[in-house]
């Protein structure tokens, strides 16, 4: 997924969301909500095009079960950190990625433990 964003050739970009995205992919994150790979193209070219010279990359491991995992990711220009963020993602069964849900920052810890 990350991979998306970092390619500069669109024509490679539509091929790349055609092979591993779901024609419905749900894209989520705190401003964006859309359907769609052709929505999704969109979103990633104007968000290049507003955004020059970032750097999408995964910061963590990938942590999966059943049909869902998720990673860490950082977006970096010149080396140094613009935003980190988490994403949480949906397969489907075939291995097509339907949904990613983006959170922005860290998590924040709790002062203390809560027994729940």
């Known amino acids: 997924m990350l991979s998306v964003w970092n390619m500069k ?3 490679t970009r539509s091929a790349v969301v055609a092979d ?3 024609h419905n992919i749900h894209f989520v994150d705190p401003p964006i909500n859309i359907v769609g790979r052709t929505a999704l193209l969109d979103m ?3 968000t ?3 955004n020059r010279g970032l750097v999408y990359g995964r910061s963590s491991q990938i942590d999966m079960q059943n049909n869902f995992c998720r990673y860490g990711w950082t977006i970096t220009r010149e080396g140094k950190t613009v935003m980190e963020g988490l994403d949480v993602v949906e397969f489907i ?3 097509k990625i339907l949904k990613v849900i983006g959170f922005f920052g860290p998590l924040k810890l709790l002062a203390k433990a809560r027994a729940t």
Request: hydrophobic letters at 35%; a negative charge.
């Open 20 to 22: 591993f995205l779901e």
């Open 48 to 50: 290049r095009t507003a």
């Open 44 to 46: 990633v070219k104007a």
């Open 9 to 11: 050739n669109p024509e």
């Open 93 to 95: 069964d075939g291995g």
